[in-house]
């Protein structure tokens, strides 16, 4: 797999924006105030890096998934927590972007794409991100208006978006969850409540809540997509947002590991470059091992996703594997730094908290285990 | 079988400490985190109740116990979900050297006032260039009239705000082997040239007041030198059992304790298709951690009774530091899967611990200075 020429392009231009915009102590007083880098994502917006796979005519890039996935890899590479500000800027906007009127899309993916919004979206009602089996949050229509009555959980940038996509069951239960739609609120609307979080194990710039929606109203035309296709459409969200999340693992591990080798090749213990050591010879190895397999799995989906052949099962593989590299690679570097890697001052510990979020969210490794092996082992007789 | 044998005394003394923890400890806990130091009262209180330096003989203040009392103090603390109260740094590594190399002049000065909570102790070894490599310690102790110049700075030094009373290991450069230049030193907060550096910010232990310590022609007097001079390697290898034995009891209450909570969890949140536990592979995954944790407190407990048989195991406390410390971080991870995004929450007490435990597998001796003993005691 080789980038072409134009992604080689937007690949730098991403490094050199992160190297001049990104400062770790700046980071680590959002972090400490909980603040999110409005600026920087207005910066990053200017410079294109906020929707590149979303059309033109919207603002986007008009590009693909590898291209996103190059530069949520060079932002998280240079700076975990602030990469994955910027990447989840837009996280919702995925999902108006492919199912949305056009009306809609104007209205919002042009802000968020100009990085003057941030996106919401409100799937999961339990603990698990990807688990819909627990679905309870009602859309009634009443003349021209759905009326919205819920409780969505750990809902990102929850309490800070300019809208929200909220998964709602649209007729009564029953076994195919085939009465769901996925419907725009705006955050103005009277009945909703936002409860934030509190403070996190990662990514405590970025907002996380859960939104009670309390017969909340909204047109009939705030309906995205199809009625009757929310879980499929929520599902194609999660496919596509796997990758990208996959993306972010990737270069926060590169990342921790930039760090540590070039700790290793200049710390002395024993008279000896820590880089001299065969233990430490060989968990460099591991290292750089595992960010290459999780980086190709990554981008083999990402290619797959662009040229139209998106595979959920591919999907599901790069974000567990790569988040779980993530863990591991960005542990090792702490080990490597000793004493100095559990010290905010050297971020490698920031990253490996960062990391750890991404195997939490978007279904952990069981559930990825349980959504490829749906695919693998298909209907039994 | 119970490998240790708790008296009713002990059982007494758990049961005291637990009532005391829920009481003056537990509902600080989140304060302290934010603040991050620990109040010198409530060691004050910790002490007078008889919970600090539980081992330490009567006649010097001590508990008149033995090392399960340690143990008990160190477990208890770990259900109070947070690691900033080092008690046992202190009571079990710290006044451990005043109480075998002080004159006992020293002794009756100092004691006492470590086991009311009066006076809070640190050790302080590492240095910013000598971490894993003790050896290439700078921190220089030159005599000079009838005292000893301390120069040089040491890092990571735990209770580096709140200490009263330090134990620094420096060297003489007169010394004419590298091995026989190293001795220990007490030296007093307040000394002229000793300072304290900025509060460190770190990953987790929050509560707990890690910081550097600058010595800048700090002058003690002789007398303070614990032992003879240039048996500070000598001290630090008899030391180094319990430091790494006492590491591998927090880490395997930290694991134990995790598990609790990720058990209960899991019995008690609905999945997809009933208790998160009827899920096969959740249930798995809470077995194999059980096992683990399992191992672990066997190897620990076999470990604590030799120890307090007085036998020498340093390969066997050194694998049990490397092992426990890495097998709390395995459980405190995977626990974290199993609440899903719950995990990511602080108000989860085990994110908390997830965050403390992964300093274990560093302090007291990396990991692979560990192996590195093993390696150089039992295969080459």
């Not at chain 1, 800070?160 to 029953?174: D, I, P, S």
């Not at chain 2, 910790?46 to 330096?53: T, V």
């Not at chain 2, 232990?205 to 002058?219: G, I, W």
């Amino acid at each position: 797999m080789e980038l072409t020429r134009s992604q080689k392009e937007i690949q730098k231009a991403a490094q050199e924006f992160a190297k001049g915009e990104f400062d770790k102590e700046v980071t680590v007083e959002l972090e400490q105030s909980r603040s999110y880098p409005a600026e920087l994502l207005q910066k990053a917006a200017e410079l294109g890096f906020v929707g590149l796979q979303f059309a033109e005519e919207y603002g986007g890039g008009g590009l693909g998934l590898v291209d996103a996935c190059l530069v949520a890899e060079a932002l998280c590479r240079k700076d975990s927590t602030m990469g994955s500000a910027v990447v989840l800027a837009a996280f919702g906007a995925e999902c108006l972007h492919r199912f949305g009127d056009k009306k809609m899309k104007e209205q919002y993916l042009e802000q968020v794409t100009a990085g003057k919004m941030l996106a919401g979206i409100a799937l999961g009602e339990s603990d698990r991100g990807d688990d819909f089996t627990v679905l309870d949050t009602t859309a009634t229509r009443s003349d021209n208006e759905w009326i919205i009555n819920g409780k969505k959980r750990y809902v990102t940038n929850g309490g800070a978006a300019g809208f929200y996509l909220v998964l709602c069951r649209t007729e009564a239960k029953h076994a195919e969850n085939s009465g769901v739609a996925l419907i725009l609120v705006e955050p103005d609307r009277p009945g909703i409540t936002v409860a934030d979080l509190g403070d996190k194990l990662a990514l405590n710039s970025v907002a996380l809540a859960d939104i009670t929606f309390a017969d909340v109203r909204v047109p009939l035309t705030n309906l995205v997509g199809k009625e009757g296709q929310g879980l499929a459409q929520a599902r194609a969200f999660l496919d596509e947002v796997k990758i990208l999340a996959a993306a972010r693992a990737v270069g926060i591990a590169a990342g921790a590991f930039d760090r540590a080798l070039a700790y290793v090749k200049q710390r002395e213990q024993f008279e000896r470059k820590l880089a001299q050591f065969q233990i430490t010879r060989h968990k460099i190895a591991d290292m750089a091992t595992k960010i290459e397999l999780a980086r190709l799995i990554t981008y083999r989906a990402a290619a797959d996703f662009d040229k139209g052949k998106a595979d959920p099962t591919l999907s599901a593989m790069a974000k567990m594997t790569a988040a779980r590299m993530a863990v591991e690679v960005a542990d090792e570097a702490i080990q490597l730094f000793g004493g100095y890697g559990y010290m905010t001052e050297q971020e490698v510990e920031r990253y490996y908290r960062d990391a750890k979020t991404i195997e939490l969210c978007l279904g952990t490794r069981e559930s990825q285990k349980d959504r490829i092996a749906d695919l693998v082992i298909g209907k039994l007789k | 079988m119970q490998l240790l044998s708790y008296t009713e005394d002990h059982h007494r003394f758990r049961a005291r400490l637990r009532k005391f923890l829920a009481e003056e400890v537990t509902p600080h806990v989140d304060q302290w985190e934010k603040e991050h130091i620990i109040p010198r009262a409530v060691w004050q209180k910790m002490g007078r109740a008889g919970f600090i330096c539980p081992a330490l003989p009567k006649e010097y203040g001590g508990g008149g116990g033995d090392f399960l009392h340690a143990v008990i103090v160190i477990e208890e603390i770990a259900r109070t979900n947070h690691s900033g109260l080092a008690t046992p740094l202190h009571s079990d590594i710290v006044v451990p050297y005043l109480e075998s190399y002080a004159t006992e002049e020293l002794k009756r000065k100092y004691l006492p006032g470590c086991a009311c909570g009066d006076i809070i102790t640190a050790v302080a070894m590492t240095e910013p260039n000598a971490g894993s490599d003790l050896a290439s310690m700078q921190t220089t102790a030159e005599e000079d009239g009838g005292e000893i110049v301390l120069n040089g700075s040491k890092t990571f030094i735990t209770n580096g705000i709140n200490c009263d009373l330090v134990v620094v290991a420096a060297k003489d450069p007169r010394a004419a082997e590298a091995h026989q230049a190293l001795s220990l030193y007490l030296v007093e907060a307040g000394t002229p040239g000793f300072s304290r550096g900025r509060r460190l910010e770190k990953m987790g232990y929050h509560s707990q007041d890690t910081a550097e310590l600058f010595f800048n022609n700090c002058r003690i007097p002789k007398s303070n030198r614990l032992g003879a001079a240039g048996t500070g390697f000598y001290m630090l290898m008899e030391k180094l059992q319990q430091e790494r034995l006492v590491v591998a009891v927090m880490a395997v209450a930290a694991a134990e304790g995790i598990l609790e909570q990720a058990m209960r969890y899991c019995r008690e949140t609905m999945g997809p298709k009933g208790p998160l536990n009827r899920s096969q592979a959740l249930a798995f995954a809470l077995v194999e951690m059980s096992t683990e944790v399992k191992i672990g407190r066997t190897f620990l407990d076999k470990l604590i009774v030799e120890h307090m048989a007085g036998s020498r195991i340093i390969v066997e406390t050194s694998m049990a530091k490397y092992w426990t410390s890495e097998m709390a971080k395995r459980i405190a991870d995977r626990a974290l899967d199993l609440f899903s995004q719950a995990g990511a929450l602080e108000k989860t007490p085990i994110v908390r611990t997830f965050r403390d435990v992964r300093v274990m597998s560093i302090f007291a001796g990396t990991n692979e200075i560990m192996k590195g003993i093993i390696a150089k005691m039992k295969i080459n």
